[in-house]
């Protein structure tokens, strides 16, 4: 763990991932891959399975090596890895780097994802949406929410963030105690996290930033929403390209074409 970290570190320019590769090798352990040389980790990578799709993440090549091939032939092997757990489309947000792998393999851009960064703001001042702490007794609500919204199954992941493990948490409740959203709050980033309405969006963001001076990022869909609703309330748009959100889906000529490149 320590070696894939400190790779990951040197890749993406960033300090370190631990906590987020320790989560996400409890919810997928059998999921995350590394490309030896020498003796030494010199590219590393993961997937999660969210039902019938699949969410590439942390790919990370050392930067000695880059340009020999290692984030393709990973990236390759995720997909069909991907597709032998039964996954009929895989995902990713791609870097400007990172694009033209993934289009040499076949994936076809979707959209973009911002990035955009809180800063500490005052707590809703709704009377009619409620948000408390995230607890263990809003689990059953919480994912039965989070498939209608999401559209896959991220019930492990959800399942670990709200047992504490990675984070805190909150929801947000309207219409006599119905749920209406909820949102994890993990070290470094805000998220994940789903919301019925624009209300239930804008008072989780003002709950989970309320007085809290912890420097966070979230990742956004540009085409979302909420995007407005988030902007309005102060959170700023990174200064980094938008990552270009892409996706591959299973067909017998994109199989054939992998398994012999």
């Known amino acids: 763990m320590t070696q894939v970290d400190q790779l990951l570190m040197l890749a993406f320019g960033s300090t370190s991932r631990r906590k987020e590769l320790e989560l996400y090798t409890t919810v997928q352990p059998d999921g995350f891959f590394v490309i030896e040389e020498d003796g030494g980790i010199v590219a590393a990578g993961g997937c999660l399975v969210y039902g019938s799709f699949s969410w590439v993440g942390l790919v990370g090549t050392h930067p000695a090596v880059r ?16 597709y032998a757990k039964g996954c009929r489309t895989v995902a990713l947000d791609a870097s400007t780097l990172g694009r033209p792998i993934y289009e040499r393999l076949g994936f076809r851009p979707v959209g973009s994802t ?9 707590p809703a001042r709704n009377p009619e949406v409620a948000v408390t702490q995230l607890t263990a007794a809003d689990t059953e609500q919480v994912l039965e ?32 105690g119905r ?14 996290g789903a919301a019925a309405n624009p209300d239930a969006a804008q008072a989780l963001i003002q709950g989970a930033m309320a007085g809290d001076p912890t420097e966070r990022s979230m990742l956004l869909p540009f085409e979302s929403a909420y995007l407005a609703v988030l902007l309005g309330l102060g959170l700023s748009s990174s200064s980094a390209s938008p990552t270009c959100g892409m996706v591959i889906q299973r067909s017998t000529d994109r199989v054939t074409s992998c398994s012999h490149r």
């Open 145 to 176: 929410l989070d498939a209608g919204v999401f559209g896959g199954d991220r019930s492990r992941l959800l399942e670990l963030l709200i047992a504490g493990t990675n984070g805190s948490g909150f929801v947000c409740r309207q219409h006599a």
């Open 114 to 122: 911002v990035q955009l960064k809180p800063t500490p703001m005052q």
């Open 179 to 192: 749920l209406a959203g909820f949102l994890c709050v993990q070290e470094r980033l805000i998220g994940p």
């Open 67 to 82: 340009g020999r091939g290692h984030a393709s032939r990973l990236s390759e092997h995720l997909v069909n890895w991907s």
